[in-house]
């Protein structure tokens, strides 16, 4: 089992839950700096303003990566440090951090993959309406166009918004992300509109800077059904949940809303008016500005409900036994979700896939022996990347695979409780110590899949039994 030559292996983070300072080196605030600030939003009260000292401490930290043979590294731009109005002036001595990181990553031998938003919206520019103006669209377009041209001549691969349903929805429907509104309907969905022409008007400004052939994705969240079984009538409910006209309790966790208009230029006016009959007139010009053409999807992949046919015709959620396994977010381990992820995404969208995310939050901790032992993330990791390994067989044009994370962060409104890296972090010390997964990780990487290819020399050899005939 294992994957083409061009196949990446890489790990994430992003700005907020890993750089730290904050208030450093003149970095305007986000509204994720104003929102920690706000009593009873952030457990324990934390805040990423040292997070994991990413800021002063890449050069550790991409040594550890190129000690695992990470090949790639998905991080993201803090958009208030290189703009602190969000707009404006740029604040060049926080362009300097990501050339360095940048530089850093080549010399390693790690390729960038930046994403260009990854939820922290300049305060300043919230305050002028957020994305609810249809000026951010704009905002959006001159910030792309900056890290374009800065890092253009290095960076090939971008990332344009992350997880559109939790930045929109978590952060303005529900309240529990920044910036913590609880708006109605109609705004959500004019701000969903502005935020996925914002995308669009970045991928125009990418593609104009860039001096050399780049490749762009986009990163939906995978909000997918998996067939409780492989019968056709439950794959084919499965694939209904995923793309059909969702019921009203879906809310905003809903992949076409934000996939359709980007890929294929369709506004999905009937999952619209499943929640209001008040949604933004989108116009064929809107449309055409989000469907810029893209190089392919980043599928984010945590846990997705079993669907089978139910008996009134519509698809149905199968209970999970008791004691079913479940994270330490309490999210449930459903492995064969990667495979349907890129398989049901493929389908419907045409486009290559990577996993831009996938991992599992649990309660690590520094044991005796001074090791970080994980069995369940290696574990979780093993199932997971069997689906990935099957989409790759039946001939899914499935590109790479970037671990969430790469090391303990910021997990935003649950703070630092959940860990989700391969490298655990001491919050009090910012010691670093690499968990039993990463050891793990770097042997997956080193041969490209979970089984180690053909044996080509005799150290394959060792340790493999004589037969005695
Ligand atoms: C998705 C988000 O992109 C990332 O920021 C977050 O930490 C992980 N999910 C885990 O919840």
Same mark, same amino acid.
């Given at each position: 089992?294992?994957?083409? !030559?061009?196949?990446?292996?890489?790990?994430?983070?992003? %700005?907020?839950?890993?750089? &730290?300072?904050?208030?450093?080196?003149?970095?305007?605030? /986000?509204?994720?700096? %104003?929102?920690?600030?706000?009593?009873? !939003?952030?457990?324990?009260?934390?805040?990423?303003?040292?997070?994991?000292?990413?800021?002063? =401490?890449?050069?550790? $930290?991409? %040594?550890?990566?190129?000690?695992? &043979?990470?090949? %790639?590294?998905?991080? /993201?731009? /803090?958009?208030?440090? *290189?703009?602190?109005?969000?707009? &404006?002036?740029?604040?060049?001595? &926080?362009? $300097?951090?990501?050339?360095?990181?940048? $530089?850093?990553?080549?010399?390693?031998?790690?390729?960038? @993959? +930046?994403?260009?938003?990854?939820?922290?919206?300049?305060?300043?520019?919230?305050?002028?309406?957020?994305?609810?103006? =249809? $000026?951010?669209?704009?905002?959006?377009?001159?910030?792309?166009?900056?890290?374009?041209?800065?890092?253009?001549?290095? *960076?090939?691969?971008?990332?344009?918004?992350?997880?559109?349903?939790?930045?929109?929805?978590?952060?303005? *429907?529900?309240?529990?992300?920044? +910036?913590?509104?609880?708006?109605?309907? +109609?705004?959500?969905?004019?701000?969903? !509109?502005?935020?996925?022409?914002?995308?669009?008007?970045?991928?125009?400004?990418?593609?104009?800077?860039?001096?050399? +052939?780049?490749?762009?994705? @986009?990163? #939906?969240?995978?909000?997918?059904?998996?067939?409780?079984?492989?019968?056709?009538e439950n794959i084919e409910a499965a694939r209904e949940f995923t793309f059909g006209v969702p019921t009203a309790d879906r809310t905003f966790w809903y992949s076409r809303l934000y996939l359709d208009p980007v890929v294929l230029g369709e506004w999905p006016e009937e999952c619209v008016r499943v929640l209001t009959d008040h949604? #933004?007139?989108?116009?064929?010009?809107?449309?055409?500005?989000?469907?810029? #053409?893209?190089?392919?999807?980043?599928?984010?992949?945590?846990?997705?409900?079993y669907i089978r046919r139910g008996a009134d015709g519509r698809p149905e959620t199968v209970a999970l036994p008791p004691g079913h396994p479940r994270s330490a977010f309490d999210w449930p381990v459903t492995p064969e979700g990667l495979y349907w992820s890129v398989r049901f995404h493929e389908e419907r969208y045409g486009l290559p896939t990577m996993i831009a995310e996938n991992g599992l939050s649990c309660r690590d901790w520094v044991s005796e022996d001074g090791a970080v032992h994980d069995p369940q993330r290696i574990d979780y990791l093993s199932r997971h990347l069997k689906g990935l390994h099957r989409a790759d067989d039946e001939g899914y044009q499935i590109q790479g695979y970037f671990h969430w994370s790469l090391m303990d962060n910021f997990e935003w409104a649950e703070g630092y409780r959940h860990r989700f890296g391969l490298i655990h972090v001491d919050f009090a010390t910012q010691k670093r110590t690499p968990k039993d997964s990463a050891a793990w990780y770097a042997q997956v990487i080193a041969n490209n899949g979970l089984s180690a290819p053909k044996a080509t020399s005799t150290h394959a050899l060792v340790g493999t039994r004589p037969t005695l005939s």
């Amino acid at each position: 089992m294992t994957f083409g !030559k061009n196949f990446v292996w890489g790990a994430a983070t992003a %700005a907020y839950q890993v750089e &730290g300072a904050a208030a450093q080196d003149g970095r305007g605030p /986000s509204v994720w700096d %104003a929102f920690c600030r706000k009593a009873g !939003k952030v457990a324990e009260g934390d805040t990423g303003d040292t997070a994991c000292d990413h800021y002063h =401490r890449y050069r550790e $930290d991409i %040594a550890m990566m190129r000690d695992l &043979g990470v090949q %790639a590294y998905r991080f /993201s731009i /803090s958009w208030s440090r *290189v703009l602190p109005e969000g707009t &404006g002036r740029v604040n060049h001595q &926080g362009m $300097d951090f990501y050339h360095r990181l940048v $530089d850093e990553l080549l010399r390693n031998g790690i390729e960038p @993959y +930046p994403t260009l938003f990854h939820w922290d919206y300049p305060q300043e520019l919230y305050l002028q309406g957020g994305w609810l103006n =249809r $000026d951010t669209v704009e905002w959006f377009g001159e910030y792309a166009e900056l890290v374009g041209r800065q890092l253009g001549d290095r *960076v090939k691969n971008w990332w344009t918004l992350n997880e559109p349903p939790c930045f929109l929805g978590l952060g303005h *429907v529900n309240g529990i992300h920044a +910036p913590g509104l609880q708006l109605d309907w +109609p705004d959500f969905f004019l701000a969903t !509109k502005h935020a996925l022409m914002a995308h669009g008007r970045s991928v125009q400004a990418l593609r104009a800077t860039a001096p050399q +052939p780049i490749a762009i994705g @986009y990163v #939906p969240i995978s909000h997918i059904g998996i067939p409780a079984d492989e019968s056709p009538e439950n794959i084919e409910a499965a694939r209904e949940f995923t793309f059909g006209v969702p019921t009203a309790d879906r809310t905003f966790w809903y992949s076409r809303l934000y996939l359709d208009p980007v890929v294929l230029g369709e506004w999905p006016e009937e999952c619209v008016r499943v929640l209001t009959d008040h949604g #933004p007139e989108v116009t064929t010009e809107d449309l055409a500005l989000m469907s810029q #053409p893209i190089e392919r999807l980043g599928l984010n992949f945590y846990a997705a409900p079993y669907i089978r046919r139910g008996a009134d015709g519509r698809p149905e959620t199968v209970a999970l036994p008791p004691g079913h396994p479940r994270s330490a977010f309490d999210w449930p381990v459903t492995p064969e979700g990667l495979y349907w992820s890129v398989r049901f995404h493929e389908e419907r969208y045409g486009l290559p896939t990577m996993i831009a995310e996938n991992g599992l939050s649990c309660r690590d901790w520094v044991s005796e022996d001074g090791a970080v032992h994980d069995p369940q993330r290696i574990d979780y990791l093993s199932r997971h990347l069997k689906g990935l390994h099957r989409a790759d067989d039946e001939g899914y044009q499935i590109q790479g695979y970037f671990h969430w994370s790469l090391m303990d962060n910021f997990e935003w409104a649950e703070g630092y409780r959940h860990r989700f890296g391969l490298i655990h972090v001491d919050f009090a010390t910012q010691k670093r110590t690499p968990k039993d997964s990463a050891a793990w990780y770097a042997q997956v990487i080193a041969n490209n899949g979970l089984s180690a290819p053909k044996a080509t020399s005799t150290h394959a050899l060792v340790g493999t039994r004589p037969t005695l005939s």
